[in-house]
């Protein structure tokens, strides 16, 4: 071998051996907007925030969306008019939701509809309860990359308890206008949804039972409309669960400097090769 095929195999396993990120778990986001309601009656605003809702939580998979609402009502209809594929499965009868439902090969996210509170919508608090009993099924959904979408839980102070860790709703009695998307929640894709009745509030992350892996993706004064989770991942030992925001892993210094050397060495080499091809064409 010579000298400047072992500089390149030395070079490339150099940049070989630097480790993987690990997979990046779900995406998780939540609104006190009964965006289902106003969309499915045609509101510019609650279309247009339910495609980037549903966007987000798919991270990108082409698989469909698991829908826990009644029938074909608000939540369904509203997708499949927006051309969203889902299967629609009715909770209000418990043994319609098994963990098995709860399958990432199947499904890129699971969504669930308003509560029936916020006037007009569909899912009552015991519907609700029937999907939180499958935490562990729903913890593992969520590892795996599947994403979770819920909207307005009204006056249910466990209307979000399908979260493991479940997320607070601080209730409230938000207007109709005014909402203003973070700067996180547009670097998520995300948007403000203006014009429709809203129903319920969140705590600031950290506080009043909400997790700090949370992010605020839309706010109404001094108020938190909406909530999100990117890349994140669940540890439940029992009935207790944390859950975390995730991101792309930092690689340790000693990392960066194998990759800085097997880069910088696969340049070495290059060079050397187009030097050494311009000395025997001038030769020649």
Known sequence: MSKISRFLATAAFAVAVVPTAAGAGGNIFLTGHDTDLHGYFGSVSAVAAMTADVNFVRNGSSLPLLVFDKGTNELAGLLTSLGIPYTAIDPTIASNVTDSLFDPTVYS???????????????????????????????????????????????????YAYVPEAAANAGGNPPSNGFVETAAGLAAGLVAENGDATHNYFPTPGTGGLSSAYQVAEVNGDNVESVFIKNGSIVCTGDDCVITGGGGAVPEPGTWAMMLFGFGAIGVAVRTGRRRKALKTQRA
Request: net charge negative; hydrophobic share 50%; charged share 5%.
């Open 109 to 159: 996210a699971f969504a669930v509809a308003s509560n029936v509170n916020c006037g007009g919508c569909d899912l009552f608090a015991s519907d609700v309860a029937n999907i939180a009993t499958h935490t562990s099924a729903i913890s593992a959904f969520f590892n795996a990359g599947g994403g979770i979408l819920g909207f307005a839980a009204a006056n249910d102070p466990n209307g």
